[in-house]
């Protein structure tokens, strides 16, 4: 099976000496629970691996009965290290602290317990790590699959990625495109929303979160204001609650909104957002019109591809440390702005919507960004820009 980099990552880690809990994170469906089987079956520590998916929030004594089972097994076999795994830990109400006891009650007895938890909701992870395993932990962050990884496990060209984006699981349905954008609904879109976006935070108006949630997917790579969006929703809410709720949906790694670039902060959260899915299968799911249709025609093409770039970037902000922007005044336009600590890489792609632009020429005349590129016409070829490393981008 395909190994995601993070591979050698976790089984580094969990091969060393017992120091911190790893902690690996990231969207729904993208193979993290795979991937940490892969890891356990490689390396030779015995190990017990269980998940809460199907575990009541409210049964709290679950998860230390786990930790009582790796214990019995470890000195049952009088092993001198043990790894438990625990999948879908956030599920778990007050899942941290109980951790945190039952970690430091390990390291209080001098007991070598390994420890990898594993969960898809990045708001509730976050809440009780920040909470109450803080120094105790590291995080492994994986995202959507790239460009690279899905044509190196299932041979996809670069259009193909550009329209049914990155979820591994459903790659060989791309060629029945209607049964794979039901999957795309039914098996990852609605509980992403249910479990993950609705669960993580107080959501008075969950009509609401899913109607933006879809309107932001058919929007990615164009711009929008909350007031607009509003007047195109059919439930009631204000400003405010929208962009409350768009950081939740970023949060869970399935749409942000951009903010424009602007020296002062103010002028970067009073902006109008620009909507980029985190993944191209959500844009293709709720704005396509199909793939043939929409790889004939040059307009709408260069949007997919514009929005594909996004993508990329956006993915990769977490791993790479840098944030993403856009950028615009009057009719000079950059599609994408990143900073990072400072340094700036202006990003402009021409491919089918527009194949000239001033806005570079504008932007590195008033911020002087260390880089600026052209993707597609004129400039770096689309699929070789979306195998980059971003952060030798920003060192450079």
Request: glycine letters at 8%; one cysteine or more.
């Amino acid at each position: 099976m395909y190994q995601r980099n993070q591979f050698k990552t976790i089984t580094s880690r969990i091969k060393e000496d017992r120091h911190f809990i790893q902690v690996i994170a990231g969207p729904r469906q993208i193979g993290k629970s795979t991937l940490i089987n892969q890891v356990i079956e490689s390396i030779d520590i015995p190990y017990y691996s269980c998940t809460a998916d199907s575990i009541a929030a409210s049964n709290m004594g679950w998860i230390s009965e786990q930790w009582e089972t790796a214990r019995s097994n470890m000195t049952a076999n009088n092993l001198n290290e043990y790894l438990l795994v625990i999948d879908e830990i956030q599920k778990i109400s007050n899942w941290s602290e109980i951790v945190k006891k039952e970690w430091d009650q390990d390291s209080s007895n001098k007991l070598n317990i390994k420890v990898v938890l594993l969960g898809s909701s990045r708001l509730l992870l976050k809440k009780g790590l920040t909470e109450s395993l803080a120094g105790r932990f590291e995080m492994i962050r994986m995202g959507h699959w790239t460009f690279k990884e899905m044509h190196e496990a299932f041979g996809w060209d670069i259009n193909q990625y550009i329209y049914f984006g990155g979820y591994p699981g459903c790659a060989y349905m791309i060629g029945n495109e209607s049964r794979w954008k039901q999957y795309i609904i039914d098996s990852i879109a609605e509980p992403a929303i249910a479990k993950d976006a609705l669960m993580t935070a107080t959501v008075y108006k969950p009509a609401l979160l899913r109607q933006l949630f879809e309107l932001g997917c058919s929007y990615s790579g164009e711009l929008l204001s909350l007031n607009k969006m509003l007047g195109q929703l059919d439930d009631a809410g204000n400003v405010t609650t929208l962009a409350g709720y768009l950081e939740i949906l970023s949060e869970c790694h399935l749409i942000k909104g951009l903010q424009k670039y602007a020296n002062d902060n103010s002028r970067k959260y009073n902006s109008i957002p620009k909507y980029q899915v985190y993944n191209q299968a959500l844009l293709s799911v709720y704005n396509g019109h199909g793939y043939v249709e929409e790889r004939t025609n040059p307009t709408r093409w260069g949007r997919w591809t514009e929005s594909a770039v996004g993508a990329y970037l956006v993915g990769l902000s977490d791993q790479c440390d840098y944030k993403v922007y856009y950028w615009r005044e009057k009719s000079d336009e950059v599609d994408f702005i990143l900073s990072r600590r400072g340094r700036l890489v202006a990003i402009e792609v021409k491919s089918g919507k527009r194949t000239t632009s001033n806005g570079l020429t504008a932007f590195r005349e008033k911020f002087s960004p260390k880089n600026s590129v052209i993707v597609g016409s004129g400039g770096i070829p689309v699929e070789e820009f979306l195998q980059w490393d971003l952060g030798k981008l920003l060192d450079n």
